[in-house]
């Protein structure tokens, strides 16, 4: 890059975009890089305040910003993403389809600890929409020396893509609502509808519903027996407080799952347990579920659609971030809940 007066850049490359902003009303872009500067531009060009700009004079060695945010993007990004621009030296990554946002943190802050290399991603194992933007990169300069490109390149690409967007796989759901007071009829149930409408989304099929009192047996051989039939997942609701007639927790446990975690360092959901029967995960859901709209549910359904497994160290992580705001307008998972450094 050279940098050379306007007035005497007629026929030249222009090496960087040039953006016109309008105070509170749009901001665009005037000339774009590569164009070649004509007798025309000169007077558009000091009206934006430009008295000298940057040619393009490709020196030995140097990647142009365009290119190379185009490399760091096609290194980085791993399945169910594509990429958008460059656009004022910038390339975004979208997602192709609905899933779990998965960023080695790790990697990414190697990335961005070399000196010029610009990687912003979402959360890790953020639910992501088709079409959303995810990331973005690009670097701060108008060209960079291609050995430090390439060694944020290696990064970006192994192991594997630093950032991908895993699918949600469709699941049979059960729930086996728990009670005594919901089995006689004493009160109506509201939990089924809540799960379907929580599970839906990621494209959860509901199988079936068990009512049963609170009898540890009885909870035991409904797990079991919807899980017989073919349930990939089962939500239990009601019966997992420290009451003496609550005995969800108990029951989950006889099936001879392994029990991940009950009581997480998440507001709302802390009494929320987690357990695995094989690969079928079994949740016992708090009440807060009921009423929160949104608690730690919100943040592991994600992972059991995508296919993952939950460890205790991902639950222990997120305590940082585990207290939602409850603001009056939910915004998640715009938001900070869940958002753990670690996660």
Same mark, same amino acid.
């Given at each position: 890059?050279?940098?050379?007066?306007?007035?005497?850049?007629?026929?030249?490359?222009?090496?960087?975009?040039?953006?016109?902003?309008?105070?509170?009303?749009?901001?665009?872009?005037?000339?774009?890089?590569?164009?070649?500067?004509?007798?025309?531009?000169?007077? #558009? $060009? &000091?009206?934006?305040? /430009?008295?000298?700009?940057? !040619?393009?004079?490709?020196?030995? *060695?140097? =990647?142009?910003?365009? %290119?190379?945010?185009?490399?760091?993007?096609?290194?980085?990004?791993?399945?169910?993403?594509?990429?958008?621009?460059?656009?004022?030296?910038?390339? #975004? $990554? &979208?997602?192709?389809? /609905?899933?779990?946002?998965? !960023?080695?943190?790790?990697?990414? *802050?190697? =990335?961005?600890?070399? %000196?010029?290399?610009?990687?912003?991603?979402?959360?890790?194992?953020?639910?992501?929409?088709?079409?959303?933007?995810?990331?973005?990169?690009?670097?701060?300069?108008?060209?960079?020396?291609?050995?430090?490109?390439?060694?944020?390149?290696?990064?970006?690409?192994?192991?594997?893509?630093?950032?991908?967007?895993?699918?949600?796989?469709?699941?049979?759901?059960?729930?086996?609502?728990?009670?005594?007071?919901?089995?006689?009829?004493?009160?109506?149930?509201?939990?089924?509808?809540?799960?379907?409408?929580?599970?839906?989304?990621?494209?959860?099929?509901?199988?079936?519903?068990?009512?049963?009192?609170?009898?540890?047996?009885?909870?035991?051989?409904?797990?079991?027996?919807?899980?017989?039939?073919?349930?990939?997942?089962?939500?239990?609701?009601?019966?997992?407080?420290?009451?003496?007639?609550?005995?969800?927790?108990?029951?989950?446990?006889?099936?001879?799952?392994?029990?991940?975690?009950?009581?997480?360092?998440?507001?709302?959901?802390?009494?929320?347990?987690?357990?695995?029967?094989?690969?079928?995960?079994?949740?016992?859901?708090?009440?807060?579920?009921?009423?929160?709209?949104?608690?730690?549910?919100?943040?592991?359904?994600?992972?059991?659609?995508?296919?993952?497994?939950?460890?205790?160290?991902?639950?222990?992580?997120?305590?940082?971030?585990?207290?939602?705001?409850?603001?009056?307008?939910?915004?998640?998972?715009?938001?900070?809940?869940?958002?753990?450094?670690?996660?």
């Amino acid at each position: 890059m050279r940098k050379v007066p306007v007035t005497g850049a007629v026929g030249m490359v222009l090496g960087h975009d040039i953006t016109r902003i309008v105070p509170g009303r749009e901001k665009n872009r005037a000339f774009k890089k590569g164009h070649v500067i004509r007798e025309t531009d000169i007077e #558009a $060009l &000091r009206n934006l305040g /430009k008295e000298h700009i940057y !040619v393009w004079e490709p020196g030995e *060695n140097m =990647v142009h910003e365009d %290119e190379a945010a185009l490399r760091l993007a096609g290194a980085a990004a791993g399945q169910g993403l594509a990429m958008n621009g460059p656009n004022q030296g910038k390339v #975004a $990554l &979208r997602a192709t389809h /609905k899933g779990l946002l998965k !960023v080695d943190i790790d990697r990414l *802050n190697s =990335v961005n600890s070399i %000196e010029d290399m610009v990687f912003s991603t979402l959360h890790n194992n953020r639910g992501v929409e088709e079409g959303q933007t995810v990331a973005g990169t690009r670097v701060t300069p108008l060209a960079v020396p291609g050995d430090k490109l390439e060694e944020a390149e290696r990064i970006c690409s192994r192991p594997g893509p630093l950032i991908y967007v895993k699918p949600f796989n469709p699941l049979w759901v059960a729930v086996v609502t728990t009670g005594n007071e919901v089995y006689s009829g004493r009160i109506q149930d509201a939990s089924f509808g809540m799960i379907r409408n929580k599970v839906t989304p990621f494209g959860g099929r509901v199988m079936g519903q068990s009512i049963v009192p609170d009898d540890q047996d009885l909870i035991t051989g409904e797990i079991r027996r919807f899980i017989a039939e073919g349930a990939e997942m089962v939500l239990t609701s009601g019966g997992m407080s420290v009451d003496p007639d609550d005995v969800t927790p108990p029951g989950i446990r006889a099936t001879g799952a392994e029990v991940v975690f009950y009581g997480a360092p998440v507001l709302p959901g802390s009494m929320f347990m987690l357990a695995y029967l094989g690969h079928v995960p079994i949740c016992g859901l708090p009440g807060c579920v009921m009423y929160n709209s949104t608690t730690i549910l919100d943040l592991l359904l994600p992972r059991f659609f995508a296919g993952e497994r939950v460890s205790r160290a991902d639950v222990v992580a997120m305590g940082h971030g585990g207290l939602c705001e409850e603001c009056e307008i939910c915004r998640y998972p715009s938001c900070s809940f869940g958002k753990s450094t670690g996660a």
